[in-house]
């Protein structure tokens, strides 16, 4: 149980990390989430990693894995939830490669400590004080089906709590999806880029953080037609540097616009989109997202009726 709690402190404090550090770099240098994130995790895994190893027994490589993988992948599928503009204008490429290639360079540093000590160690308890070899006594043939097992109890956990997350705001969006109906297409536009301005946005973390910051500071790019429509597009590049270079390019996008029947206003999307099409991608996303966390959640009933039932089993026959 106090493996399993680790485990998931452990998944938890990347996630944490994952999400503040790119908060901080979206408001800085976009530069600082890959320089700041591989440094905290691996601080933490070797710190944390030593305690639980000393007094609970716990593998480091599991410790790894459940926050490189567990954590990690979380760590993404919530990134993109509560920004979905990354998978734009290949964000999440600029954003997935260079904090990967800093991760990988920052592992190799720590396995390469690690594997020095394990040899120094091993050197060192090679032989006892009068000189014969020493033996060590056979591990118990289970051992790594039980480690296999509380990895899956972590990771199960991990992922019913976020299929729950998903669902909810997947029912929510398919809710207040409005209809292609309720939309007016008012053709495809160029857009070019004319200036940066930084807005004072509601700042969404919680905590301590949000009582002190309620507010936070984003850099917005603001591009216009040049037809004369006076149609505008913002694109929120969070990073100054990110949208002084937007502004210093000049390229331009072209769009199309889709008027809200029902307030006046307008949005704008990709040009090869139409209100058909648009608002059948946002059904299908939120479609994907109840779909696949209720199949998790049903799975994961599934699972708890079978272990159930054959616990009642086994201490039927004893």
Not at 189 to 201: C, E, G, I, K, R
Not at 270 to 290: I, N, S
């Amino acid at each position: 149980m106090k493996k399993a709690a680790a485990l998931i402190l452990s998944a938890l404090f990347y996630i944490a990390a994952f999400m503040l550090t790119f908060l901080y770099a979206k408001e800085h240098d976009i530069r600082f989430f890959s320089h700041l994130l591989p440094l905290l995790v691996a601080t933490y895994f070797v710190i944390a990693g030593n305690i639980f190893a000393h007094r609970l027994g716990l593998n480091r490589w599991f410790l790894w894995l459940i926050m490189n993988v567990g954590g990690g992948m979380c760590s993404w599928i919530l990134l993109i939830v509560c920004f979905p503009m990354i998978l734009f204008n290949a964000g999440i490429i600029l954003i997935f490669l260079p904090v990967t290639a800093v991760f990988g360079v920052v592992w190799a540093v720590v396995g390469i400590g690690f594997l020095c000590v394990w040899l120094r160690k091993r050197r060192a308890g090679s032989t006892d004080s009068t000189g014969q070899p020493s033996f060590s006594s056979p591990k118990r043939t289970g051992a790594w089906k039980e480690k296999l097992t509380g990895i899956v109890r972590v990771v199960g956990v991990i992922g019913l709590v976020l299929s729950m997350a998903f669902l909810y705001v997947g029912v929510k969006g398919i809710a207040t999806v409005r209809p292609a109906s309720g939309y007016e297409d008012m053709g495809v536009h160029t857009f070019s880029p004319y200036q940066v301005l930084p807005v004072s946005v509601e700042n969404t973390s919680t905590g301590r953080d949000k009582r002190l910051n309620p507010t936070k500071t984003v850099y917005v790019v603001y591009c216009q037609t040049l037809d004369g429509t006076g149609y505008r597009w913002e694109v929120d590049t969070g990073s100054k540097s990110e949208a002084n270079r937007i502004l210093a390019a000049g390229e331009s996008v072209e769009r199309r616009v889709l008027s809200i029947k029902e307030t006046g206003k307008y949005i704008t999307v990709g040009a090869e989109l139409t209100a058909d099409t648009y608002v059948e991608g946002q059904k299908q996303r939120y479609f994907w997202m109840v779909g696949l966390s209720g199949g998790y959640l049903v799975l994961c009933l599934a699972g708890w009726v079978v272990v159930k039932q054959s616990q009642k089993k086994d201490n039927g026959t004893r």
